[in-house]
């Protein structure tokens, strides 16, 4: 690679590995760039597809499709931890991927992103691999209360267990050792918030932060983010200070997010990374001189990075399987400066992210009574956040 690399030329075709809500929203930022796109998706009429993304069908591991990606687009770019590095090396072989495999390995194998978190000087929650009942027990009794996760395969909170009785030892070990993953146990982080941090950077070393998130989730699935966090200026430049470290650590292309705990002291924990544009930074579609997606797309083509400013603190609302019936039914009644993303999914079930709402405000209180009165997000949740 040159030290200087060219921005990729506009009508070039940008290749995603995964048609999820977060490669849509790439390819709804990067036709403005004047991208194409195709995608790798094994569901048919993927999020997008429907935004415009020539799709093939087929799994993430099929050698047809990934010499036909290859062959096709002149980058390409994966939109979720879950893809098969292997695939993605053999990519990278054929054809440009800025973000690479080695940071996919990391973040898709939580032993490894703490191992390197650690080489890297970043906090994280004091953990031990775990492979018997025996090793369980004992760090049981030198960690106390523990979150139990699977070292591989987790996402919104599945592969996780949270003990603090030995009673619950054999139950626990066998729930997540039956999926056949090595497990790794994480001292349980009293927090006072959970916070996250979305950085981009270029090949040439510009590295620029979002403001910090503020999240709260409901069963292990972020629900609402607050923007900016509720910190103290300190741990804010703290957050990004972390965040800036880890992506030039890790020499990221592209966005990464970081998700943090905030201990009572002010301390913060790092919880885990996302190689990727991330859930918390959906409020910068409607309130950021740069959205997490261009700037996504910006930095593996090799542009200069966009300004990050936001202009008014921001409410994000996932809308849940749960949620969509009732908003359905209450779209008149939203507050005129809801921005309502939804993202076709046919199929609805509970826990799915079906879409999202943006909300701006002078002050995010000001939402809350007509957030409360919509009644599709839970009232206790609501004033968690606000
Ligand atoms: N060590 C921990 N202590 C306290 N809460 C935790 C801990 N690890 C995870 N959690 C809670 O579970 C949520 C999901 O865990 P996380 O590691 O981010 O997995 P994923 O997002 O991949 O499902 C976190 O956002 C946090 O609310
Ligand atoms: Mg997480």
């Not at 977060?22 to 429907?50: I, K, S, T, Y």
């Not at 910090?212 to 200070?241: C, G, M, W, Y």
Request: hydrophobic letters at 40%; glycine letters at 6%; proline letters at 6%.
């Amino acid at each position: 690679m040159s030290l200087d690399p060219e921005p990729l030329q506009p009508g070039a075709t940008i290749g995603l590995l995964g048609g999820g809500q977060l490669a849509q929203m790439l390819v709804l930022a990067g036709h403005a760039m004047g991208f194409r796109f195709m995608v790798l998706e094994p569901n048919p009429d993927c999020p997008a597809a429907l935004a415009g993304a020539e799709q093939i069908t087929a799994s993430y591991t099929d050698p047809e499709a990934l010499a036909k990606l290859a062959d096709s687009c002149q980058l390409v770019t994966y939109e979720f931890e879950n893809v098969d590095a292997e695939a993605v090396s053999w990519l990278e072989e054929r054809v440009d991927v800025p973000q690479g495999s080695e940071i996919l390995r990391i973040a898709q194998n939580r032993l490894r992103e703490k191992k390197t978190l650690v080489r890297l000087n970043i906090p994280v929650a004091p953990f031990q691999k775990i492979t018997t009942e025996n090793e369980l027990s004992l760090a049981l009794k030198s960690l106390g209360e523990l979150m139990l996760k699977t070292v591989t395969g987790g996402y919104d909170g599945k592969g996780q267990v949270r003990i603090s009785k030995v009673e619950q030892i054999p139950e626990a070990f066998s729930t997540l050792y039956s999926t056949k993953t090595e497990i790794v146990a994480e001292q349980f982080v009293s927090f006072e918030r959970e916070v996250s941090v979305i950085v981009a950077r270029n090949r040439l070393g510009e590295i620029s932060c979002f403001p910090v998130a503020e999240n709260v989730h409901e069963k292990n699935i972020l629900t609402i983010s607050r923007i900016p966090a509720r910190l103290d200026s300190r741990v804010r430049e703290q957050a990004q200070l972390l965040a800036k470290q880890i992506a030039e650590g890790l020499e990221l292309v592209g966005v990464l997010a970081v998700e943090m705990f905030v201990l009572p002291d002010g301390n913060l924990v790092v919880n885990e990374l996302a190689p990727r544009p991330h859930n918390s930074g959906h409020f910068t579609l409607n309130d950021c001189a740069t959205s997490q997606f261009e700037q996504h797309l910006k930095a593996i083509t090799n542009f200069p990075l966009g300004s990050t400013e936001m202009y008014k603190p921001a409410i994000m609302l996932n809308i849940l399987g749960e949620h969509l019936p009732l908003l359905l039914k209450r779209l008149k009644d939203l507050p005129p400066e809801a921005k309502l993303h939804l993202y076709g999914k046919q199929e609805c079930r509970p826990g799915r992210k079906m879409g999202h709402l943006n909300l701006t405000a002078d002050s995010p209180e000001s939402l809350l009574e007509n957030l409360v009165k919509l009644g599709i997000w839970d009232e206790a949740l609501l004033y968690k956040m606000l």
